[in-house]
């Protein structure tokens, strides 16, 4: 059980994140429906939040059974395509909601009041679908390309079970924060599990490279710039959970290994330091929202 603990472990703060910036993102829109006194509109929100949910399981269903079917080549290029198309995907989500969240707040309500006065009905929920649709392909996307960084098939379930584990407790967030008051400090979960996916997404970006290179589309620079297989080995243990969780490698190529330093470097630097505080028209702007 203990190769399947990593897996898991990545799906779940996977899952979490994505699940708690939905939440947000819904409960901003229907604290501020109830707020305006339309309550009558909240069943549009969640037939919204429900086709976001249902799209984005069935574009991660389908992707991940084309993935089961391919062998070969075919199979490890579908491999380094979506982990790398997974840790690009994050990184941009991530710097958005950074540069987003003091804003987001605004912007949702001016959404709400634009919809109400245009079309009650689909603009509602077009709304809260276009808000959840974002977090839901990005998460499947996020889960294929992990899948698709470990072993076997078996160690992409629990990847997936991890990631549904994570969604249910922020559920669980999400309703102890909007029904019954309770306290979270948002901005250090989110830099805390933002920058957990960084560390994520730097493997998932070594693992990529490493599968170009063993195509011989890219070249390795040089083939073996260390070989810890001895000391920590990647195939069992520690080593195990530490590639499939932050990309390690007992015995990387040069390329991988300059690829995956500079990203987590620079990554991490640009993602935790302090965001810059808007001016105080933007402020005002927002605060009028």
């Not at 969640?46 to 059974?65: D, E, H, N, Y």
């Not at 987003?100 to 912007?107: C, H, I, P, R």
């Given at each position: 059980?203990?190769?399947l603990v990593?897996?898991?472990?990545g799906?779940?703060?996977t899952g979490?994140?994505?699940?708690?910036?939905?939440?947000?993102?819904?409960?901003?829109i229907?604290g501020?429906?109830v707020?305006?006194?339309?309550?009558?509109?909240l069943?549009v929100?969640?037939?919204?939040?429900?086709?976001?949910?249902?799209t984005?399981?069935?574009?991660g269903i389908?992707?991940f059974?084309t993935?089961?079917?391919?062998?070969?080549?075919?199979?490890?290029?579908?491999?380094?395509?979506?982990?790398l198309?997974?840790?690009?995907?994050?990184?941009?989500?991530?710097f958005?909601?950074?540069?987003q969240?003091?804003?987001?707040?605004?912007?949702?309500?001016?959404?709400?009041?634009?919809?109400?006065?245009?079309?009650?009905?689909?603009?509602?929920?077009?709304?809260a679908?276009?808000?959840v649709?974002r977090?839901?392909i990005?998460?499947s996307?996020?889960?294929?390309?992990?899948?698709?960084?470990?072993?076997?098939?078996g160690?992409?379930?629990?990847?997936?079970?991890?990631?549904?584990?994570?969604?249910?407790?922020?559920?669980?967030?999400?309703?102890a924060?909007?029904?019954?008051?309770?306290?979270?400090?948002?901005?250090?979960?989110?830099?805390?599990?933002?920058?957990?996916?960084?560390?994520?997404?730097?493997?998932?970006?070594?693992?990529?490279v490493?599968e170009?290179?063993?195509l011989?589309?890219?070249?390795?620079?040089a083939?073996?710039?260390?070989?810890?297989?001895?000391?920590?080995?990647?195939?069992?243990?520690i080593?195990?959970?530490?590639?499939?969780?932050?990309?390690?490698?007992?015995a990387?190529e040069?390329l991988?290994l300059?690829?995956?330093?500079?990203?987590?470097c620079v990554?991490?630097?640009l993602?935790?330091?302090?965001?810059?505080?808007?001016r105080a028209?933007?402020?005002?702007?927002?605060?009028?929202?």
């Amino acid at each position: 059980m203990d190769h399947l603990v990593a897996p898991f472990t990545g799906g779940l703060l996977t899952g979490l994140r994505e699940g708690v910036e939905a939440a947000l993102i819904v409960g901003i829109i229907a604290g501020y429906l109830v707020k305006i006194g339309r309550a009558d509109r909240l069943f549009v929100i969640w037939a919204g939040v429900g086709l976001a949910v249902l799209t984005s399981t069935v574009v991660g269903i389908g992707i991940f059974v084309t993935f089961g079917a391919l062998e070969g080549d075919a199979e490890k290029i579908f491999e380094a395509t979506a982990m790398l198309l997974a840790s690009a995907v994050v990184t941009w989500m991530l710097f958005w909601m950074r540069r987003q969240a003091a804003s987001m707040s605004g912007e949702l309500r001016q959404g709400v009041d634009k919809a109400l006065v245009s079309a009650p009905l689909l603009g509602l929920g077009g709304l809260a679908f276009t808000a959840v649709i974002r977090e839901g392909i990005e998460t499947s996307l996020f889960l294929i390309g992990q899948a698709a960084a470990v072993a076997t098939t078996g160690d992409a379930v629990w990847v997936v079970l991890g990631a549904i584990a994570g969604l249910a407790l922020a559920v669980g967030i999400g309703a102890a924060i909007f029904k019954f008051g309770a306290r979270l400090n948002l901005q250090r979960f989110f830099s805390w599990t933002g920058a957990a996916l960084i560390i994520i997404a730097a493997g998932l970006l070594s693992h990529g490279v490493h599968e170009l290179i063993e195509l011989g589309l890219l070249p390795p620079l040089a083939n073996e710039v260390y070989n810890l297989s001895a000391q920590l080995p990647d195939s069992e243990g520690i080593g195990l959970f530490l590639r499939a969780v932050a990309g390690y490698s007992a015995a990387p190529e040069l390329l991988t290994l300059l690829v995956h330093v500079a990203y987590l470097c620079v990554g991490l630097f640009l993602y935790l330091r302090p965001v810059a505080r808007p001016r105080a028209g933007v402020t005002a702007v927002s605060r009028e929202g």
